[in-house]
Nanobody, 114 residues
Framework: QIRLVESGGGLVQPGGSLRLTCAASGRAISIYTMDWHRQAPGKEREVVASITAGGSTNYADFVKGRFTISRDNTKNTMYLQMNMLKPEDTAVYYC????????WGQGTEVTVSS
C-alpha cells in the first residue's frame, strides 16, 4: 500500500513563494511518474506538473516559468517549488502516483492573498 502525505501549504502574499513536499511510504517511488494536481474552490481538479522516473518534467501553461517540480528518490519524496504566486493559484494541492491505480495524498492548502 502506497501512502502519500503532502505538506508545506499555507498563506502567502501575491508574489511570494512556497515549497510543497510529497512524502511517500509503503513503496519506493523511483520507477513511477508522479504528478501535482490542484483543486480550487468550485472548480475541477487539474494537473499542475508531472515528473517521470527519469526526471523529465511537464508543466501546465499557467505555471510554466513559476513552478518547478522535482524529486529525491533517496528520500522517497517529490517537491513543488512555487514562485511568483498569484491569487489564482489558491487551491488545495495534491500529489498523485499511478501504480495499477491512482494513489492520492490528502492535500495541502495554499492560499495566496494580501
Amino acid at each position: 500500500q502506497i501512502r502519500l502525505v503532502e505538506s508545506g501549504g499555507g498563506l502567502v502574499q501575491p508574489g511570494g513563494s512556497l515549497r510543497l513536499t510529497c512524502a511517500a511510504s509503503g513503496r519506493a517511488i523511483s520507477i513511477y511518474t508522479m504528478d501535482w494536481h490542484r483543486q480550487a474552490p468550485g472548480k475541477e481538479r487539474e494537473v499542475v506538473a508531472s515528473i517521470t522516473a527519469g526526471g523529465s518534467t511537464n508543466y501546465a501553461d499557467f505555471v510554466k516559468g513559476r513552478f518547478t517540480i522535482s524529486r529525491d528518490n533517496t528520500k522517497n519524496t517529490m517537491y513543488l517549488q512555487m514562485n511568483m504566486l498569484k491569487p489564482e493559484d489558491t487551491a488545495v494541492y495534491y500529489c498523485k502516483l499511478y501504480s495499477s491505480r491512482a494513489y492520492w495524498g490528502q492535500g495541502t492548502e495554499v492560499t495566496v492573498s494580501s
